[in-house]
């Protein structure tokens, strides 16, 4: 693979490349606040989602494996702990803005449901009839609005930049709802380089390390992962160098330098595609209609192979199937009980879903609860099915 160097012309005093996020052009916050003396903008933003309830629940919330299957598993916490690491590498050999990254990539995943991807999947039919669910759209309702720690406002108040970065994904019709925030997406056009990077820094976590832990689980094994490229180069590599190495260690060996040849080709492409796109402001990175970073066509290649791998032998596997099953009858039931007979909610939670309710009707009920479920934990979500459709769970 091609050797990352560091570029030195074209960089302004801070370090960062004039196609970067500057703090001074931020576009700001939704509620005026005096700049912080001690820190950045953008510092201030990755404290406030560090120190919030929805990052904290991410700890107990479904990667691949539900939460209470085994410790060393991970959970949707350490993918965002890893996915920062990543970008933040990245960023800095390409000088971008190295906390944006790392405070996009910490709130990534903020809005995401309990039992993983198969959660939102059900969530998002019970809601086909009120607008939706999305996580994306819910990490953003999440900071703007649920988050309840500040006198002066509803939500987090962070800078637009970072808004901007975790919502990846928008229908039309919700980006007409989100005012100077969706406008990009009706004008076909991007979010800064921090925003790309970190798209592609998740992709390289979740699938180096769903490898990892559907190894550890049993569900995956080395042989049949020999038949990917991506796996087999390292693997080869890594048994001639160490023939009497340790299968843990190998495993991480692996992984590791599948991880870094991935980031390696990633900077070094995209730096190739900046370069040739030459731009000389954020402004004209944003105005483009595809992403500016990527892999070369090679790793693209190999990627997709990995892919198509894991969703084939790891994420239809029985064992994770069952789960899916399972999360579906939990998800769906709490849905329909609750739409049915808001009396079962929590206090908190009534008072919420009537607010909603009173300035949105059947939607605004509907949404309520979708806002209780999608920040449920794992086994939260577990406790709550047992305590409304177990005769012998009272309380």
């Known amino acids: 693979m091609p050797s990352i160097t560091r570029p030195t012309d074209s960089i302004a005093s801070d370090g960062l490349a004039p196609w970067a996020t500057h703090e001074t052009g931020s576009r700001g916050r939704c509620f005026f606040e005096p700049p912080p003396n001690t820190r950045s903008e953008y510092q201030r933003d990755r404290d406030r989602i560090v120190h919030s309830g929805a990052f904290r629940r991410l700890e107990y919330k479904t990667q691949v494996f539900v939460n209470h299957e085994g ?8 993918h965002s702990i890893e996915v920062a690491q990543i970008s933040r590498s990245i960023a ?24 993983g991807h198969a959660g939102q999947d059900i969530l998002n039919e ?16 999440i900071i703007d609005e649920l988050e309840e720690k ?41 979010p800064g380089l ?7 820094a998740d992709e390289i976590a979740y699938n180096n390390h769903d ?34 190495i340790p299968e843990k260690r190998a495993i991480h060996e692996i992984i590791r330098r599948m991880i870094n040849d991935q980031v390696t080709d990633f900077i070094h492409n995209t730096r190739e595609c900046i370069k040739a796109a030459n731009p000389s402001s954020r402004d004209d990175i944003t105005r483009l209609n595809k992403p500016l970073v990527g892999f070369s066509s090679e790793m693209k290649a190999m990627n997709q192979e990995l892919k198509q791998f894991l969703r084939k032998n790891l994420y239809r596997h029985y064992r994770v199937h069952r789960m899916t099953a399972k999360a579906a009858i939990i998800i769906r039931s709490l849905f329909d009980a609750f739409l049915n007979d808001p009396l079962l909610l929590p206090p908190e939670q009534q008072q919420h879903v009537n607010l909603l309710e009173n300035a949105e009707a ?4 509907a949404r309520g609860i979708a806002d209780y479920i999608a920040g449920m934990t794992d086994r939260y979500a577990i406790r709550e099915y047992e305590r409304i459709f177990n005769a012998t769970e009272l309380t």
Do not use: W
């Open 92 to 115: 800095r050999v390409l000088h971008l803005n190295e906390t944006l990254s790392e405070t996009i990539a910490l709130a990534h995943d903020l809005g995401h449901t309990p039992f």
């Open 194 to 200: 921090e925003a790309q990077i970190t798209n592609v």
């Open 150 to 190: 500040y006198a002066e406002f509803n939500g987090l108040n962070l800078t637009f930049e970072t808004r901007e970065g975790i919502l990846k994904h928008c229908s039309i019709s919700n980006a007409k709802k989100l005012g100077e925030l969706g406008q990009r997406f009706l004008n076909k056009q991007q």
């Open 211 to 244: 490898v990892d832990d559907g190894l550890r689980a049993g569900l995956i094994d080395i042989n049949s992962l020999c038949d990917v490229r991506l796996f087999k180069e390292q693997h080869t590599a890594v048994m001639s160098a160490y023939p009497d």
């Open 362 to 365: 059947d939607s605004g009920r």
């Open 126 to 141: 019970c809601m086909q009839d009120y607008g939706g669910f999305e996580h994306n759209l819910q990490s953003l309702r």
């Open 71 to 78: 410790d060393m598993f991970r959970t949707r916490l350490t």
